[in-house]
């Protein structure tokens, strides 16, 4: 059975850190490339950041505007985990992030994602 499975997410302060992890089985994730989106309430699902595939793809890595130098991606492949690192908190971060797997490119619109997992709360508030 293929399926991800998000964790990491949590009530932090404005100005805070969090690890989210987005774990597979059932597939390689290094044969992949792995998107994390959010979704506020109210508010369309957004992408914030991706990882293309390493076979083909050069593993290129991308972030959406609001999160260039705050958060970070990457890849281990001994654990078949990708982790969003996310630092400097804003309030208008809150959202769920779930993570979502593709073949090859990462940089696609959601609905080319094939497998998805099931989101993780991030609440940043003082």
């Known amino acids: 059975q293929l399926q991800l499975v998000e964790s990491g997410g949590g009530l932090v302060q404005p100005g805070g850190s969090l690890r989210l992890s987005c774990a597979a089985s059932g597939f390689t994730l290094d044969y992949y490339g792995i998107g994390w989106f959010r979704q506020a309430p109210g508010k369309e699902r957004e992408g914030v950041s991706c990882i293309s595939s390493s076979d083909g793809s050069d593993g290129r890595i991308y972030y959406a505007e609001s999160v260039k130098g705050r958060f970070t991606i990457s890849r281990d492949n001994a654990k078949n985990t990708v982790y969003l690192v996310m630092n400097s908190l804003k309030p208008e971060d809150t959202a769920v992030y779930y993570c979502?797997?593709?073949?090859?490119?990462?940089?696609?619109?959601?609905?080319?994602?094939?497998?998805w997992g099931q989101g993780t709360q991030v609440t940043v508030s003082s």
């Open positions: 979502a797997a593709k073949r090859h490119v990462c940089y696609a619109p959601s609905h080319e994602y094939d497998f």
